[in-house]
Each structure stands twice: as C-alpha cells, then as structure tokens.
Antibody
Framework: EVQLLESGGGLVQPGGSLRLSCVAS????????MSWVRQAPGKGLEWVSV????????YYADSVKGRFTISRDNSKNTLYLQMNSLRAEDTAIYYC???????????WGQGTLVTVSS | EIVMTQSPATLSVSPGERATLSCRAS??????LAWYQQKPGQAPRLLIY???TRATGVPARFSGSGSGTEFTLTISSLQSDDFAVYYC?????????FGQGTKVEI
C-alpha cells in the first residue's frame, strides 16, 4: 500500500523558515516524480513544486519561486520542502503527492499544516 | 498560466441522480486533464486522468470526457459516498493548475 507521511508543519512567524518532510513507502520512490501541493484554509488546491526522479528537473509556482526549495533523498525515500521568508499567504495544509510518468497525482499524503502568523 | 474554471460552484443533487460537472481551460490542454475528489478533512483522491481514464479502484459510475478546453466529469448515479468537492487539474503546461472546485451536496 502506498503511504506518504508528511511532517514538519507548525506555527512560524512571518519571515521565518520551516522544512517539511514526506516519507514514502509502498512503492519504488526513486522511480517516481514527486510534488508538493498546498491548500489554504477553506480554499482550493494550489500546486507548489515538482521534482523529477533524480532531482535533476525542478519546477516551482511563481508564488514560491526564490523562497522555497524542493529536494529528495532517494536513499531515505524522503521528499523535502525548505520554506524560507514565509508570508501569511503561505498558511496552508501542505500535501506531498506522488507523480507517475504522467502529470497527474495518483497518491497523496494526509498533509501537514503550516501557519504563518505573528 | 492556464486558468481552469469549474462550474457550477455548488451542485445540489439527490442520491441516485446523475451529476454533471464542467471544467474549462483558458487554452487547449489536449487531454492532459485529471479529476480529483476531496472529502472534508481528507486529502484529494485521483479519480480520472488523461481526461477519461479511471484511476485504479474508481467505480465505473465515474466517467470523464472532453478534450481541448472543455471537459466533463459525470457521476451516473450518485451515492452517499460521492458527496464531496471535485477538482480538475491540467498537466499540459507549467505551472500545473487546478480549478476552484465544484461542491456536490445533497
């Protein structure tokens, strides 16, 4: 069974940093692209970033470019999202999602809540 | 950026009825379109990819159609478990974009 378990969320002040982690199991992590998708409270889904199987191809949403960094450690089956210069509008549940060869997301974690507030 | 627009925002349906949800793209995405279901407090679940291919384990009452800029998700006979919010997502261009969602309620 595919499982994605996010952690690292919490309350942080504006301008602060957090690192999210997503531990994967139940599939060959190194064979799949991975993404982060977020959802502000009561709002819809917003794609944040994607990383290819080896980490050589990375894309970001304009809203986080230059502030967030996605990475992965295939030896640990773990996806990361380093978030710097956090803003109130980054407040959201952050989901990690498995991306097969296509561009859709076929498995999602339960999410971790990031709250940016003073 | 491709803007995805879903309609209606809310769809009121009775169990056993047919539900038709629409998704429009601001430019062609070919058939690079997926549909997700999200229930309160849960993560999204993939229903459809490639505009019309059901994901593993998705009941046959869910079907997708369309290409280019107009897409439809049809639930042939609504069951109580189907009341949720549904999102479309395009993966033809970067950034990937989602529609704002359609809430299917009783």
């Amino acid at each position: 069974e595919v499982q994605l378990l996010e952690s690292g969320g919490g309350l942080v002040q504006p301008g602060g940093s957090l690192r999210l982690s997503c531990v994967a199991s139940g599939f060959t992590f190194s064979n799949n692209g991975m993404s982060w998708v977020r959802q502000a409270p009561g709002k819809g889904l917003e794609w944040v970033s994607v990383i290819s199987t080896s980490g050589g191809i990375i894309y970001y949403a304009d809203s986080v470019k230059g502030r967030f960094t996605i990475s992965r450690d295939n030896s640990k089956n773990t996806l990361y999202l380093q978030m710097n210069s956090l803003r109130a509008e980054d407040t959201a549940i952050y989901y990690c999602a498995k991306k097969p060869q296509g561009g859709w997301f076929d498995a999602w974690g339960q999410g971790t809540l990031v709250t940016v507030s003073s | 950026e491709i803007v995805m627009t879903q309609s209606p925002a809310t769809l009121s349906v009775s169990p056993g009825e047919r539900a038709t949800l629409s998704c429009r793209a601001s430019q062609s995405v070919s058939t690079y379109l997926a549909w997700y279901q999200q229930k309160p407090g849960q993560a999204p679940r993939l229903l459809i990819y490639g505009a019309s291919t059901r994901a593993t384990g998705v009941p046959a009452r869910f079907s997708g159609s369309g290409s280019g800029t107009e897409f439809t998700l049809t639930i042939s006979s609504l069951q109580s478990d189907d009341f949720a919010v549904y999102y479309c997502q395009q993966y033809n261009n970067w950034p990937r974009t989602f529609g704002q969602g359609t809430k299917v309620e009783i």
